[in-house]
């Protein structure tokens, strides 16, 4: 929005300029949603706690779990008002991908809003029943990835399936398996994150890496000189996902300052759907969702221990792991959840600087 404002003041003092540069719109957006979520954080936590907005803890869960019943959660608003307000602000409103981006979260974010007020109100936390969760969620994820197909201004890129680490090895896609493997990607990282979100500040922190990450990405795949010299698909209008992903990445810094362990507030699945859906849509996007499986690994993992878990039990009627998600895994064999945190945010440092080589080991 401000970007027009920017263009018309040009006229009469060229400093103005400055806000025409992606990079600098994007430094804008990341402080403007930090500040927000400085700013907004304690009156949504003290509005969420006196309107008993608390958190139900798993009977199945770790018993070092129960102290925590009654923290304020549903937290990830906070995190959405601030990439909305930012993207808004900062962002070239005329790119499709924002638009398809912003909305999708916000989608992702409304399903998350239903599950937390049933967790809420029935007093457990079961919340959406999983296949009706998982209806809307690939019902708003085939939406996004349909938009995207029809829209594309450069099918032979945007339809096409990057193989990362191999220089220029694109595979064409159909479109019923383009709209199918994109609506994957987008359900399937919302969930990754949502299963992620167990312990204070574990999913948040990852996901800001990850999309710190995309935002570079997609500055490069949205420059026509960088594009080709890094041998990745040029997408026009790619670059604006650098502003959103840089409010992202503002807004969970933000939101962390009050998640960190102990937590003030958790953020639910109105948060971590949204951020995962937002995830995996941008790196559709800009055509590296093999590389968001890379840096995206704890989230992986984590999905994984789940299925393993749960196929394992149903299949034998023994258990893989103590506990799934991995992290009440570690947790029950001792680690104190301080620990399993920051070596989980270690191994996404080191899985997203994996992901970043593809752009040079081509």
């Known amino acids: 929005m401000l970007i027009y404002v920017a263009e018309y003041l040009t006229q009469y003092f060229s400093a103005f ?50 102290p925590k019943a009654g923290t304020p959660t549903m ?8 990439i909305i307000v930012s993207t808004l602000l900062w962002a070239d409103l005329g790119s499709r991908f924002v638009w398809i981006v912003l909305l999708c979260t916000v989608a992702f974010g409304i399903i998350g809003i239903v599950d937390d007020y049933r967790k809420l109100r029935l007093g457990n936390s079961r919340g959406l029943r999983a296949g009706t969760k998982f209806f809307w969620q690939s019902a708003a994820g085939l939406t996004a990835a349909i938009v995207l197909y029809v829209t594309a201004e450069n099918a032979a890129v945007e339809h096409a399936l990057l193989i990362p680490y191999f220089p220029g090895l694109l595979i064409p896609m159909s479109a019923i398996v383009y709209v199918v493997f994109s609506s994957l990607v987008i359900v399937g990282s919302s969930n990754g994150v949502n299963l992620t979100d ?8 990852p996901a800001v890496l990850v999309a ?7 500055y490069a795949a949205g420059n026509a ?15 604006e996902m650098l502003v959103f992903c840089a409010a992202l990445a503002g807004a969970g810094l933000g939101f962390l300052w009050f998640n960190t362990y102990p937590a003030q507030v958790f953020m639910g699945d109105i948060g971590a759907l949204a951020l995962g859906a937002a995830l995996g849509l941008v790196a559709v996007v800009v055509r590296q969702e093999l590389v968001l499986f890379i840096m995206g690994g704890v989230f992986v993992i984590e999905t994984v221990s789940v299925i393993i878990q749960v196929t394992s ?5 023994r258990r893989i792991f103590r506990m799934a ?3 009440h895994h570690f947790e029950l064999k001792g680690w104190a959840e ?7 945010w270690i191994i996404t440092v080191v899985l997203v600087l994996i992901g970043l080589a593809s752009l040079k080991i081509r």
């Open 325 to 327: 998600p991995l992290h």
């Open 198 to 205: 167990g312990l204070d500040g574990l999913a948040i922190m």
């Open 338 to 344: 301080p620990k399993v945190i920051v070596r989980f």
């Open 17 to 66: 300029n400055v806000f025409g540069y992606i990079t600098m719109r994007a430094i804008l957006s990341a402080l403007t949603a930090l500040i927000l979520s400085f700013a907004l954080g304690p009156l949504v936590i003290q509005r969420l706690a006196s309107g008993s907005v608390r958190q139900p803890i798993r009977e199945v869960g770790p018993e070092s779990h129960l």
């Open 212 to 218: 710190s990450a995309l935002g570079l990405f997609a």
């Open 313 to 317: 039990y149903k299949l034998t009627g």
């Open 225 to 239: 000189v960088f594009a080709p010299y890094l041998g990745i698909p040029y997408v026009a209008g790619a670059g």
């Open 75 to 82: 937290g990830g608003m906070l995190i959405l008002l601030a």
